[in-house]
């Protein structure tokens, strides 16, 4: 049974950083391309980032500088550094095991609020 746990989340002010993390279990993680997704009220979550199993990386254009992946395969732990954080980045942040046709369920995911 898949789990996955975030946190980190937290109110931030504009220009500012978080790091989120996401323990897994469930999975082969040091196997597993995994990615970041966000969701905020009334909209589809959305593929922020994502990091296969050999650590290459993909962003949005709107995190592209600003956020980084990154994954300790010793942890079962997947980390979304963020930086420059602007109000637009508000949202319930997740992460799951990529392509989306893998995903069996989703984790309780980790408010991010960037306001002044």
């Known amino acids: 049974q898949v789990q996955l746990v975030e946190s980190g989340g937290g109110l931030v002010q504009p220009g500012g950083s978080l790091r989120l993390s996401c323990e897994a279990s469930?999975?082969?993680?040091?196997?597993?391309?995994m990615g970041w997704f966000r969701q905020t009220p009334g909209k589809q979550r959305e593929l922020v980032t994502e990091i296969d199993s050999s650590g290459d990386t993909n962003y949005v254009d709107s995190v592209k500088g600003r956020f980084t992946i990154s994954r300790d395969n010793g942890k079962n732990t997947l980390y979304l550094q963020m930086t420059s954080l602007k109000p637009e980045d508000t949202a319930v942040y997740y992460c799951n095991v990529r392509p989306s046709r893998l995903v069996s369920s989703w984790g309780q995911g980790t408010q991010v609020t960037v306001s002044s």
């Open positions: 469930g999975i082969i993680f040091r196997l597993s391309a």
